[in-house]
T-cell receptor, first 112, second 111 residues
Framework: DGGITQSPKYLFRKEGQNVTLSCEQN?????MYWYRQDPGQGLRLIYY???????QKGDIAEGYSVSREKKESFPLTVTSAQKNPTAFYLC???????????FGDGTRLSIL | QKEVEQDPGPLSVPEGAIVSLNCTYS??????FMWYRQYSRKGPELLMY????GNKEDGRFTAQVDKSSKYISLFIRDSQPSDSATYLC???????????FGGGTRLMVKP
């Protein structure tokens, strides 16, 4: 079945550590996105990519980095510069930027 | 003021009730409107996608857009306990800019 796979489902980070969240899609979508969701808040855009080898910062990119070396993969690294990383991270994709986005089931990141 | 406002709830209704979920927005350039359903510890699932004003129906769900009032609604008929989830509205402008999400409304349908 086509879809978006995020791994791991749960992730724990130690102080000063970088961690990488995986996002893979087999929908042949060009555009991919990373969001952060905090309790009681809407989704906030971290980074997005419209095409391979290209990506742009969203509203809250500080402390995060991404790469888009393959169409189907868009990993997110939460760096030690992100001082409040505890959140639910959602990856999404769409055929083009104008089309509705489809989401994976998220990764919950917590601090040890 | 947020660009998209959504009552956080929780909204609690008995099984079989008609549910009305709403969002208001301030950006008159928004043309594309979506409703997502999100179960606990899961990603949002696209329910409805509409362009400009009017109604769209899909089974028990009806999406309504009133651009003159900058107001969108999702109606759920014959609500079921399985409808218990958080409902997020999202919208974008005609240039296909990024989606702007509401904060979500938590719905509980009691048997």
């Amino acid at each position: 079945d086509g879809g978006i796979t995020q791994s791991p489902k749960y992730l724990f980070r130690k102080e000063g550590q970088n961690v990488t969240l995986s996002c893979e899609q087999n929908l042949n979508h060009d555009a991919m996105y990373w969001y952060r969701q905090d309790p009681g808040q809407g989704l906030r855009l971290i980074y997005y990519s419209q095409i391979v080898n290209d990506f742009q910062k969203g509203d809250i990119a500080e402390g995060y980095s991404v790469s888009r070396e393959k169409k189907e993969s868009f990993p997110l690294t939460v760096t030690s510069a992100q001082k409040n990383p505890t959140a639910f991270y959602l990856c999404a994709s769409s055929i083009t930027r104008e089309q509705p986005q489809h989401f994976g089931d998220g990764t919950r990141l917590s601090i040890l | 003021q947020k660009e998209v406002e959504q009552d956080p709830g929780p909204l609690s209704v008995p099984e079989g009730a008609i549910v009305s979920l709403n969002c208001t927005y301030s950006n008159s350039a928004f043309q594309y409107f979506m409703w997502y359903r999100q179960y606990s510890r899961k990603g949002p699932e696209l329910l409805m996608y509409t362009y400009s004003s009017g109604n769209k129906e899909d089974g028990r769900f009806t999406a309504q857009v009133d651009k003159s009032s900058k107001y969108i609604s999702l109606f759920i008929r014959d609500s079921q306990p399985s409808d218990s989830a958080t409902y997020l509205c999202a919208m974008s402008n005609n240039a296909g800019n990024m989606l702007t999400f509401g904060g979500g409304t938590r719905l509980m349908v009691k048997p």
